[in-house]
């Protein structure tokens, strides 16, 4: 019976920090476990400020976009072990949101079986082949020359 066992690395997920919010009146916003869209009641300036503070060119790559007339700054970042594979900050009227494509991260799983492939490759050789590869030398004295 084999066994094949399925493991990411653990040491990136505890090291992964959470993707960085600004505060609105020096109060952090109330997330819920999960969360990925956030609405943000402050201009879209103030929240791009922030990033370009928080997350700087070596840390996240950038790109700034319109859609429908809005703003959208998306945020991609450059690190293996973060939380987060893509930040799109879009502007609002009179507010921000901000939506996270958060990296999907699994557990170790134990798989097991013992059948065969689905697909299974038979490549023959030609009686030709097995000739030709006979006639050659394959020992080390033919290295020696």
């Known amino acids: 019976m084999r066994r094949m066992l399925l493991s990411t690395a653990c040491a990136l997920l505890l090291a992964a920090e959470p993707f960085p919010l600004p505060t609105v009146d020096a109060k952090p916003i109330a997330v819920q476990a999960g969360q990925t869209t956030f609405r943000l009641p402050l201009r879209f300036e103030r929240v791009r400020a ?25 945020l991609t970042p450059l690190g293996k072990g973060e939380s987060w594979a893509q930040a799109r900050i879009v502007e609002g009227d ?9 990296v999907l991260r699994v557990g170790e799983t134990t798989i097991e079986g013992n059948g065969r492939p689905l697909v299974q490759f038979v490549i023959g050789r030609s009686p030709d082949a097995a000739q030709a590869a006979q006639a050659i030398d394959h020992t080390n004295a033919m290295m020696a020359r």
């Not at 922030?50 to 998306?74: C, H, I, K, M, N």
Request: aromatic share 6%; charged share 30%.
């Open 94 to 102: 009179g507010e921000t949101t901000i939506v996270l494509k958060p």
């Open 50 to 74: 922030f990033y370009d503070e928080q997350l700087p060119p070596a840390l996240a790559r950038r790109t700034q976009a319109r859609s429908d007339g809005r703003r959208v700054l998306t």
